[in-house]
């Protein structure tokens, strides 16, 4: 019974809490005259990146440090927020993709995923990594805010706050953004409990829980975000806050964890030889998915989702066979090459298909 009841006012406040996020984020571009893009980039990102951050943090000052929960919540939580949040999004309404986001935005999403398995390589991430990393997440949102001012003078402002002063609408909308968040992170947090429970009641280990029900939970966010925004038309911010959310899940969350552990934080051989470059190749699969029209349709999301379902069974099949070597891993792993295939043969069609019309 109470299983039930936290699943069900939990999805209420996931829809709830994204509607206030979307409205207050929504009039808050308007406000500073900047693009929704921007927005969902910084400070939609930054906000559903939260519970990353919570958990993850949290997991760094435990005795023990749970340093394995820290970087498998970041991978998992960003193979997520593409093959799960981005194919469900798009299932719901295809994506109309921001061309400028292909162009800068996507190609560093790329950029801070191959950097993972840098810092990495050598089954450590130190304290010093850490910090570079948080770093470079400060100084990338200052280069986005910079980039976008100098672009907003040419762009028309709007009177649609004329009728108050904009100090107050601008309190009111920062307001209903926080609230919004807080209410998304609390549904999250229920629904990640209830599920637990289920994984428990079917005698499901704590590997698998923190791979797939941890990592899910804290995409929940970007899910319910994305799937709001894109249902009452910003696709732009739905995109721009599953893009956002995967660099500062790596650069802000993992580099910040990293750099206050004093030890920094360890890596598990198959997470290295696997979930890291499994997120590497799903990250790069975006370019030409993205890039194919600037569209993403719902055929391309049910791919999406066919291949985060694949993921899960694998990570169960794995565990339960006890399988630590290259039997399933290298099937799945160069399962996903396909995605990049099917990609680039849709944007080749694509070519064609306008060729002809033309």
Avoid at 174 to 193: F, K, N, Q, S, T
């Amino acid at each position: 019974m109470l299983i039930t009841f936290q699943l069900v006012v939990g999805f209420g406040l996931l829809i709830g809490g994204a509607e206030f996020l979307i409205r207050g984020a929504e009039k808050i571009s308007v406000l500073f005259g900047v693009s929704p893009l921007l927005v969902g980039l910084t400070v939609v990102a930054y906000g559903t990146s939260a519970p990353e951050l919570a958990i993850n943090v949290s997991a760094i000052y435990e005795v023990p440090p749970r340093s394995g929960l820290v970087l498998g919540n970041v991978v998992g939580s960003n193979i997520a927020n593409i093959l799960l949040v981005l194919g469900l999004t798009a299932i719901v309404m295809p994506l109309v993709v921001p061309r400028r986001l292909v162009r800068t935005t996507l190609p560093f999403m790329v950029l801070t995923s191959f950097s993972v398995y840098a810092v990495a390589f050598d089954g450590l991430i130190s304290p010093l990594e850490g910090a570079v990393m948080f770093a470079a997440a400060l100084l990338y949102s200052m280069v986005l805010i910079y980039r976008e001012r100098r672009e907003s003078k040419s762009r028309p402002r709007t009177n649609a706050v004329a009728s108050e002063s904009r100090a107050r609408s601008l309190a009111l909308n920062i307001l209903l953004l926080v609230v919004g968040l807080a209410i998304l992170i609390y549904g999250a947090d229920l629904l990640v409990e209830a599920c637990i429970d289920i994984a428990k009641l079917l005698q499901v280990s704590e590997m698998i829980i923190g791979l797939s029900i941890v990592a899910v939970g804290t995409s929940l966010p970007e899910l319910a975000t994305s799937i709001v925004a894109c249902i009452k038309g910003k696709c732009d911010l739905a995109v721009g806050n599953l893009v956002g959310s995967n660099i500062f899940n790596i650069l802000l969350v993992l580099g910040l964890c990293a750099s206050l552990s004093p030890e920094g934080v360890t890596v598990e051989s198959r997470a290295l030889e696997f979930d890291i470059i499994l997120m590497i190749v799903v990250a790069v699969a975006c370019l030409p998915i993205f890039a194919s029209d600037y569209k993403i349709n719902r055929w391309e999301g049910v791919l999406l989702l066919t291949y985060y379902v694949a993921y899960i069974v694998y990570l169960y099949l794995s565990h339960a066979s006890e399988v630590t070597s290259t039997p399933i891993e290298i099937p799945l792993l160069y399962w996903v090459v396909p995605l990049l295939v099917v990609a680039v043969l849709s944007q080749v069609h694509r070519f064609f298909v306008k060729a002809t019309d033309s």
